[in-house]
């Protein structure tokens, strides 16, 4: 596979696959069917790629609708493994966050499960399958949701990117097994075909052009920092959630799971072009490059204001709030000796034999009993410490939660958080939407492979 990784990250060569054309919310229902499919993947040289998605395309349908909408999606399930779809970053009614085991059961072959979700936060969203995840997500299942703002922003386009890095064999099929125990206890399974899927792609853009881009990290496992070349921009939402303050667009790293609303302003001349770049350690690589004709405008429009925000609490203190400790450990080159699993206490060993190899708090895989319970309305601190030598991606259901920083300041929302190794920071969240919620690591070879917990609100 060396031979498509080079012809696509090392010249460059553009791989894009437009997505299947959005769904408009209505009343009524949308239906997502997971389901194999083969998709052209890969350039015309290759052959079409067989994957697992939603009505028979990688991403899935766009799921478009208006902040404040209700909207109600029907999974059928066509695959040949039980299934769930979980809506990321959504503040969802519990029994709709679908998690098989903690929310539902998992959705059997030939069976289907009907979602009813209430649309409160405007922002970039996705929406990816929750069993076996590391293998579900990377096959394809998964798409994006867009809600949009009464106020959304004044530009010219409005355009969704999809990232995704997939493992790929010499005829561009889905490298197998999963589930291999190098990557597990290493950064995850990691491809060798990164790309980026727009949903429009401009055919060439225009000196001075405005454009919201709305980037989704949607790999199971890889850090995704890219830039652009040609504009000037400014990060104005991450993970769905407006910013108070634009922040100047520079190298933008996202996670696995991570989303950020970038608004760009076409800077480069007539004639000139663009590049979306990947950054792998001290090389950059050209994922997308776009020819610049003609200008939109004489001149550029005075840089944007922030959005309206979500009707999301804001922390102002965390004076009386309880700590929770969230200590990682495991994985290749960590110093774990043993972990509680299933109820027992084993050694390393042990746990590598039951596939385990990382814990959150000495425990590995989903615990019977919640990592904690909290009464509504009350105020939480994870004190999240990173003992690992990987870096983890730290997603929370429910809610989002904001990083607590000097002087009782506090960091934007957010729903999952990249956290380096040997890092120790604090997050914090009103405890508002009752039930049962997970907190794991994105990367979702390290979730699979026991980095999850789960708490109760209410
Ligand atoms: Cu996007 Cu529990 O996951
Ligand atoms: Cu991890």
Redesign the pocket.
């Known amino acids: 596979m060396r031979n498509i990784h080079r012809r696509t990250l090392l010249k460059g060569a553009v791989a894009t696959v437009i997505m299947p054309a959005f769904t408009r919310a209505s009343t009524s229902e949308i239906l997502l069917r997971a389901k194999p499919a083969s998709v052209q993947l890969v350039d015309a040289d290759h052959p079409q790629t067989q994957i697992w998605g939603y009505n028979g395309g990688v991403p899935g349908p766009q799921i478009r609708a208006v902040q404040g909408d209700q909207i109600a999606l029907r999974l059928s399930n066509d695959l040949v493994q039980p299934t769930s779809v979980?809506w990321?970053g959504l503040r969802v009614k519990n029994s709709m966050d679908g998690?098989p085991g903690i929310t539902q059961k998992a959705v059997l072959t030939g069976e289907e499960f009907l979602y009813q979700l209430d649309l409160r936060d405007a922002g970039t969203f996705?929406y990816?399958s929750?069993n076996r995840?590391a293998e579900q997500v990377a096959r394809g299942l998964y798409g994006v949701m867009v809600i949009v703002e009464p106020d959304a922003p004044d530009v010219d386009r409005d355009i969704v990117v999809v990232l995704d890095d997939w493992r790929l064999d010499e005829v561009a099929q889905i490298s197998e097994p999963f589930g291999n125990l190098h990557d597990h206890s290493h950064a995850g399974r990691l491809g060798n075909f990164i790309h980026a899927m727009f949903d429009s792609l401009p055919a060439q853009m225009a000196t001075n052009e405005r454009l919201r881009l709305r980037f989704v990290n949607t790999a199971t496992d890889r850090i995704m920092p890219i830039s652009l070349r040609g504009v000037s921009g400014w990060v104005v939402a991450r993970d769905g959630m407006p910013l108070k303050k634009l922040e100047p667009l520079g190298i933008l790293t996202l996670g696995p799971?991570e989303r950020a609303d970038v608004i760009i302003d076409v800077t480069a001349e007539h004639d000139g072009e663009v590049l979306l770049i990947f950054h792998d350690r001290n090389q950059g690589y050209v994922l997308n490059d776009f020819r610049v004709s003609g200008a939109a405008a004489t001149v550029r429009r005075p840089k944007p204001t922030p959005l309206s925000p979500n009707p999301i609490e804001t922390l102002v203190s965390v004076a009386g709030a309880r700590t929770i400790p969230l200590r990682m450990q495991g994985g290749a080159m960590g110093d774990l000796q043993e972990g509680l699993y299933k109820g027992k206490m084993l050694s390393m060993r042990d746990l590598v034999d039951q596939g385990q190899i990382w814990t959150l708090n000495g425990e590995a895989g989903l615990p019977v009993e919640p990592l904690f319970e909290t009464p509504l309305h009350a105020t939480i601190v994870f004190e999240m410490r990173n003992d690992t030598a990987f870096a983890h991606a730290m997603?929370m259901?429910g809610t989002h939660f904001q990083e607590v920083l000097p002087n009782d300041t506090f960091g934007p929302h957010k729903d999952?958080v990249l956290i380096q190794p040997g890092e120790a920071r604090d997050f914090a969240f009103v405890a508002d939407n009752p039930g049962k919620w997970?907190i794991?690591c994105?990367m979702l070879s390290h979730?699979s492979a026991g980095m999850k917990t789960w708490f109760r609100v209410g």
Do not use: D, E
């Open positions: 979980h990321h998690v996705w990816h929750h995840s799971a997603h259901h999952t997970l794991h994105h979730q």
